[in-house]
């Protein structure tokens, strides 16, 4: 399943779901992209965590 998760101007980000919840995620573009992945975990007493990750890429000169 691939599905486009940002895209702004000529920025695009699209992401790969592969081999369950395991995810890939590929930038293209001219400029700099972010953006922000939330998740939720256990820890090892059942507890939920709320979980995020901001992610900037920033193409190579």
């Not at 998760?5 to 992401?15: F, G, H, R, S, V």
């Not at 992945?37 to 090892?44: G, I, L």
């Not at 007493?45 to 992610?55: A, E, F, R």
Request: glycine share 6%; hydrophobic share 30%; net charge positive.
């Amino acid at each position: 399943m691939r599905f486009i998760t940002y895209l702004e101007k000529d920025n695009q980000a699209t992401t790969c779901k592969k081999n369950g919840n395991e995810r890939h995620y590929d930038f293209a573009g001219s400029g700099p992209c972010e953006m922000t992945v939330n998740w939720q975990a256990k820890d090892s007493k059942g507890n939920s965590i709320d979980s995020s990750m901001t992610v900037k890429s920033i193409p190579a000169v």
